[in-house]
């Protein structure tokens, strides 16, 4: 099935360094939303984007609507040990009449000590 | 609040067997969808219901069957098993284009 193009697979920093990533798509979506995974656990839902250009925060977490629609990033500043995990990017288009979500493949954040 | 809760957690089955998962969405979403994950893999879309009529299907096969009920719980059927069908099965309700997931059904095929 069909996946966004989420980058970087895999990242290694520090405490108190800042992370970003991002996603692409080929194809436009009306929200994008990002995800957070711990093991054995559903995603948790971290920000939620609605308009094309809308910058939101939550905490420490910052992220991009892109203005073509076709792609999104997610900063996170100041990491701290509980930031591991796997963060999915997800964006949301109406298919007929389903709202569905297309997922990127996930970037797996380690934090150092 | 309850969040979003499936059952059973985990399950083991054997090929060519059939398998009911369960989901109840959070009060008051109307809307369930099921996805499935594979390890190393984002979730793909497998069904939307909404108000208890199938909404969207993604690229799953016919052994594929879900269904919504009056109180908006939901259930996905797989039948006649496959190895490849091992996955995480996530449950999520959603309001206003937002998803809230469940913990997961962890099938495992053998």
């Known amino acids: 099935g069909q996946q966004l193009n989420q980058s970087p697979q895999s990242m290694f920093i520090q405490e108190g360094e800042d992370v970003s990533m991002n996603c692409t798509s080929s194809?436009?979506?009306?929200?994008w939303l990002w995800y957070k995974q711990d093991p054995g656990e559903g995603p948790v839902l971290l920000i939620a984007?609605?308009?094309?250009?809308e910058l939101t925060s939550n905490g420490r977490l910052t992220a991009q609507f892109g203005i073509t629609r076709k792609d999104s990033f997610l900063n996170i500043s100041a990491s701290i040990p509980s930031d591991v995990g796997i963060y999915f990017c997800?964006?949301?288009?109406?298919?007929?009449?389903?709202?569905?979500?297309?997922f990127g493949s996930g970037t797996q954040l380690t934090v150092l000590p | 609040d309850a969040g979003v809760t499936q059952s059973p957690t985990h399950l083991i089955k054997t090929r060519g067997q059939q398998v009911t998962l369960r989901c109840s969405p959070i009060?008051?979403?109307?809307?369930v969808s099921w996805y499935q994950q594979v390890l190393g893999q984002g979730p793909q879309f497998i069904f939307q219901?909404?108000?208890?009529?199938?909404?969207g299907r993604g690229n799953f096969p016919d052994r594929f069957s879900a269904r919504q009920f009056p109180n908006y719980s939901s259930e996905l059927n797989v039948n006649a098993l496959l190895l490849g069908d091992s996955a995480l099965y996530l449950c999520?309700?959603?309001?206003?284009?937002?998803?809230?997931f469940g913990q997961g059904t962890r099938l495992t095929v053998v």
């Open positions: 984007l609605y308009k094309a250009g």
């Open positions: 219901y909404y108000e208890k009529e199938e909404r």
């Open positions: 997800a964006g949301g288009a109406l298919s007929g009449s389903a709202r569905q979500l297309t």
């Open positions: 194809s436009i979506f009306n929200t």
């Open positions: 999520a309700s959603s309001v206003r284009g937002e998803a809230f």
């Open positions: 009060s008051g979403h109307k809307s």
